[in-house]
């Protein structure tokens, strides 16, 4: 990756990263894993939140899509409406968005009150998750940027693979409505703690006389970010076609009990933080091979089943494939965009989130609109088939990133002498 220099309180570049520089990295992360457990969790509680909501699986798996894409709307605003204010302010106030969000969804008694609820969390959400990553660089030393930006959307990862497992565990012990009342706490809790934890961080420009070799076109228009963009974009659009409705595929070709798709959820968890850990590595020298490879481990595992679903033994199998695969996408993503334009962080984060939070409500809405239309069968099929065409944007022809022919970074110059303004 691109070489970062954080921005502590005293202005200047330390050698080594404190336990303290950690803690914050830390606290970062577990925002991270609160934000996007925010989202997904009606992923754990759809049949039940339904249920209590009194509308449709379909209108409840949709609650995603408005969540996504408010997101995708706001996290790349974010950076170019806050000007010189103070990140650490930023992130605290948006943790408590957050945490407001997940409390009116607690109480909601139909599709109108949660709509609401899932619009405030959305702005929540695009504000943490579009700022995190580009945050993380300036806590540590610069030897260990790359490090902290793995950690710190290694809560996105996580949230993925073992938010949701969690918050169904006590959908199913306490009730739907008590998992996001647990979370709206949870978001509180460390909205306070971020303040003394994080260091003053205003933004960050490049000085005058910076390199001059940088691309400065708009991000979208450098044929390496849009390529890979779309890539992220199809990959996770048929993620979250199928994995909105994971749950009413378990109980509908598989006939498992509640607590069984539960257990089948921390599996797919487990696989998943296992999945983040080694891609990340893996990233850091190959982005674009990397997230090539998961999405052939997406596509592989919703054939199977598709196509071996009402046996249980390969149900476990494919949910765990499921889970390793993707449990890396959204580290591995985030590695290759800022490989790509390293001296504009907080930009290439926004857009990288806008867009990976669109495609999440993009999968949203064709799932909930194939299930309706077509069952379960269809939305596995359907999204399988869009794992492929991932597949055949990440080999085909001139590809971007520093790991495929054609492939060009732009220069980190500028962001290593980064100063406060």
Do not use: C, K
């Amino acid at each position: 990756m691109g070489s970062y220099a954080p921005v502590t309180d005293s202005g200047t570049d330390l050698r080594r990263t404190t336990p303290r520089q950690w803690a914050a990295i830390a606290v970062l992360s577990l925002s991270t894993f609160v934000v996007v457990t925010s989202e997904m969790l009606p992923v754990g509680v759809l049949t039940p939140m339904a249920d209590g909501l009194g509308i449709s699986t379909g209108s409840t798996g949709l609650s995603l899509t408005i969540t996504g894409l408010v997101t995708a709307v706001t996290a790349p605003a974010v950076p170019r409406l806050l000007g010189t204010l103070d990140r650490r302010a930023v992130l605290a106030v948006a943790m408590l968005i957050l945490a407001a969000g997940n409390a009116l969804t607690a109480v909601a008694n139909g599709f109108g009150p949660l709509l609401v609820s899932r619009i405030i969390l959305g702005i929540g959400m695009g504000t943490v998750w579009g700022l995190a990553a580009a945050v993380a660089p300036r806590l540590v030393a610069p030897r260990d940027a790359a490090l902290a930006v793995s950690f710190a959307v290694s809560g996105v990862a996580a949230a993925s693979v073992a938010g949701v497992p969690l918050g169904t565990f006590i959908g199913n012990a306490f009730g739907w409505r008590a998992a996001f009342t647990a979370l709206a706490v949870a978001a509180v809790v460390l909205a306070a703690v971020l303040l003394p934890v994080l260091p003053r961080l205003p933004r960050v420009t490049a000085p005058a006389g910076s390199d001059p070799r940088v691309d400065r076109r708009p991000l979208l228009r450098i044929p390496a970010v849009a390529v890979g963009l779309a890539l992220i974009t199809v990959l996770v659009t048929a993620h979250f076609a199928a994995y909105t409705y994971v749950r009413p595929v378990l109980e509908d070709r598989t006939g498992l009990t509640p607590g069984a798709i539960a257990g089948l959820l921390l599996l797919y968890g487990v696989f998943g933080l296992i999945g983040n850990f080694v891609t990340g590595a893996l990233a850091a020298r190959r982005a674009r091979l990397t997230v090539t490879a998961l999405a052939t481990g997406i596509g592989a595992s919703l054939v199977l089943l598709a196509l071996f679903g009402a046996l249980a033994g390969v149900t476990a199998l494919s949910i765990a494939l499921w889970g390793l695969t993707y449990g890396g996408l959204s580290v591995a993503g985030q590695i290759w965009m800022t490989q790509l334009a390293p001296h504009r962080a907080e930009h290439i984060t926004g857009l990288y989130v806008g867009v990976f939070t669109a495609a999440i409500a993009l999968g949203a809405f064709i799932g909930g609109t194939l299930v309706e239309a077509g069952g379960v069968t269809l939305v596995l099929w359907s999204a399988a088939i869009l794992s492929l065409l991932a597949v055949v944007i990440g080999l085909s022809g001139r590809t971007p990133g520093g790991d495929g022919p054609g492939g060009r970074r732009e220069s980190a110059a500028p962001q290593a002498e980064a100063v406060r303004t």
